[in-house]
Structure formats: structure tokens, C-alpha cells
């Protein structure tokens, strides 16, 4: 009985916590995968239009089935979506790449001295100064006049 009155608490928190029906709640909470359950939660939690079960549920298989969220490299774990078109696209050239893209999806952890705004040589015009000025090139400018 203990197992009756906890699926009760649970029914009654999902219904309290989403503004779902009692049927709905039975559904999320009945859902065979734990991922997508949790991820169908963060659907009805976030966008104010997906107020039931089945409509979230055909929002994550929109997600599922759309090409730009399929796994291209199975290492890293970029999709189609996040690829990079300044190299050969994924997540495994963090650090080799100084496309805007691996910045934008890297680990947060990933190269924190990286400024992108900075000379990747001598490291001018970073650090939140835009205006200093690198000087790495005079010399190949100076050769050429």
C-alpha cells in the first residue's frame, strides 16, 4: 500500500508542478524511458504552449526526428547541428580550430586563457580591451613595401 500512496504524492506533484490533468500526470509518470519523462517535464516546465502529455511527447519526437539533432561523431558527441564549417566540423578539433563555432559549443572548462577577440599570437586586443593593437604582422608589412 506505501507503493499506492507514493504514486498518489507523485501524480500530485507533477499535476502541481506543470499544470497537467490527472491523465497526463498518469502518462509522464507511466512513460517507459526516464530520459525522455524528464525531458517531456522540461518541455511542459519551459514552453507555454505545451500544456499536455501528448503534445509534448510530439514535440521530443519532432526533436528525435530532426536531422540536425542526430549524433555525427560519436566521440564527441556534436550533431549535425552544431557543425563547424571551418574544419572538418566536430567537437574533437576544439583547440585546433579557431572557428567561432567550437567557442560557442565548447566544454566550459575547455581553454579558459582563450580569448577569441585577442591575437592568437601575441595575445592584443583581449582581456576586455578592444582597442590594443598587434604588432605581430609590422614586419611582414614592412618587407612588403
Known sequence: MPKNHARKNQLAAIKDSYGV???DAIALLDHPDDDERHTMMGYLAEYLDISTYAD???FLRQEQADPRNQV???TCGWTFGMVCPECPGCGCYNGQC???RHHEYAEPDFDSDYDPNAC???GAGGGGDPYGECCCYEDDE???A
Open 21 to 23: 490533468k490527472h491523465t
Open 120 to 122: 592568437q599570437e601575441c
Open 72 to 74: 555525427m561523431c560519436e
Open 142 to 144: 614592412d618587407q612588403a
Open 56 to 58: 509534448a511527447l510530439a
Open 98 to 100: 579557431s572557428g567561432w
